[in-house]
């Protein structure tokens, strides 16, 4: 008999498990305690043996206790010329499938389908070898009883005599064990030397094998860590990777900082250059709007002096008339006091007494007017007054 898949729904604590095995070769199966490896050997026992309505404390023992559902096992199996897949599921909804894919297909179900399977082994399989080969972890050690065993007493026949073909002459397989008996111990089962050596052998083969195994250890451990280490340096590089990527948008962001701080140095020196100008431009628009005031008063002056001059012009005209019409009056006064002198001086010459007679007539007249004016010096007077 040869396996080739096993699946286990909802079996003890196994949700789901599926397992594809090689069809040559040695199959270790490898894992944790309590992981489930025996569980494996336990499932093909129930799918073989129970029914899936049984109610053997076996099948009520890997009824899950995590869902209210049942364990179902599924395998799929080749015996002699037979190739087929078997599953059962135990607890709720019981139901067995059988599908025989070779030699000829067929499509069982049921309590008919568990019975085609038990034929089908019958056949093909000596169960009792088939129990003999197994050790489960929890069953007992002691040795398995296989003095009935057809097959297994046919095989060792063969393995004893070197042939294929039997002569009938060889001993039964009994005289041979008790032979082969005879190496090790004496008939009241002692131990010989043989055994003895061998049992010093296998001493120092458990000795080797205890000095490997703390090696195998020390090796498993060096391989721990070396996987822990890998995983480290994977972790860093990955780290050292991105710290890189970090590092390179750092220096970019750097450069650009640079790049600014050069600009912003720029733009200073171009800022004091502009405020110093705009500092120049600001006294000389004061001193602009300063002179743009002078300029306005002086304009203003300038405009009063030439009123002024307008009006010095006006006076000068009328001072020149002033003058012309004075200048014209001192003519006439000149002449009129020549005039006035030559009668004068011919009054004097004429009479002594006339001169005496005007005198006081004069300064009666002065005690009168309070002014020596003479009555043709108040015509010019009025000339020059009228002139202006």
Not at 101 to 122: C, F, K, N, S, Y
Not at 149 to 171: I, K, Y
Request: include cysteine; hydrophobic fraction near 40%; charge should be negative.
């Amino acid at each position: 008999m040869r396996l080739h898949r096993l699946i286990l729904d909802h079996y003890r604590g196994i949700t789901h498990r599926e397992i594809v095995l090689p069809d040559s070769g040695v199959i270790v199966l490898s894992g944790a305690n309590e992981i489930g490896k025996s569980s494996m050997i336990e499932a093909i026992d129930l799918l073989l043996e129970a029914k899936d309505r049984s109610t053997k404390r076996e099948v009520k023992q890997v009824k899950p206790t995590h869902a209210d559902v049942g364990a179902e096992v599924t395998a799929e199996i080749s015996s002699g010329p037979y190739r087929f897949v078997y599953r059962k599921r135990f607890h709720k909804k019981c139901e067995t499938e059988l599908t025989v894919l070779a030699p000829r297909r067929e499509q069982w179900t049921g309590d008919e389908a568990h019975e085609r399977v038990r034929m089908i082994l019958a056949q093909t399989v000596d169960t009792d070898l088939w129990r003999a080969q197994r050790v489960l972890q929890a069953a007992s050690t002691a040795p398995v009883d296989l003095s009935g065993c057809d097959a297994l007493s046919r095989a060792l026949d063969v393995a004893a005599g070197q042939s294929a073909a039997l002569s009938g002459e060889e001993p039964l397989l009994v005289d041979r064990i008790d032979a082969e008996y005879s190496r090790y111990f004496t008939s009241t089962g002692r131990s010989t030397g043989q055994w003895a050596a061998a049992t010093g052998r296998l001493d120092e083969a458990d000795a080797e094998v205890a000095r490997c195994a703390a090696a195998v250890a020390d090796v498993d451990d060096c391989v721990r860590r070396h996987a822990e280490m890998s995983a480290g340096l994977t972790e860093l590089a990955a780290e050292r990777e991105a710290a890189h990527q970090r590092l390179t948008k750092a220096r970019a962001a750097a450069a650009v900082v640079a790049e600014l701080t050069a600009e912003l140095k720029e733009a200073e020196v171009i800022s004091s250059a502009a405020t110093a100008t705009a500092d120049a431009s600001a006294a000389a628009m004061t001193e602009r709007q300063r002179l743009d005031a002078d300029v306005e008063d002086r304009a203003l002056a300038v405009a009063e002096l030439d009123g002024r001059a307008a009006d010095a012009g006006g006076e000068a005209s009328i001072a020149r008339e002033v003058h012309d019409v004075a200048t014209a009056a001192a003519e006439q006064s000149a002449a009129a006091l020549r005039q006035a002198q030559a009668q004068a001086d011919a009054a004097r010459s004429s009479s002594f007494s006339g001169l005496l007679a005007g005198g006081r007539k004069s300064s009666n007249q002065f005690r009168r007017t309070g002014s020596w004016e003479s009555r043709s010096g108040r015509a010019r007077s009025g000339r020059v007054s009228g002139g202006r």
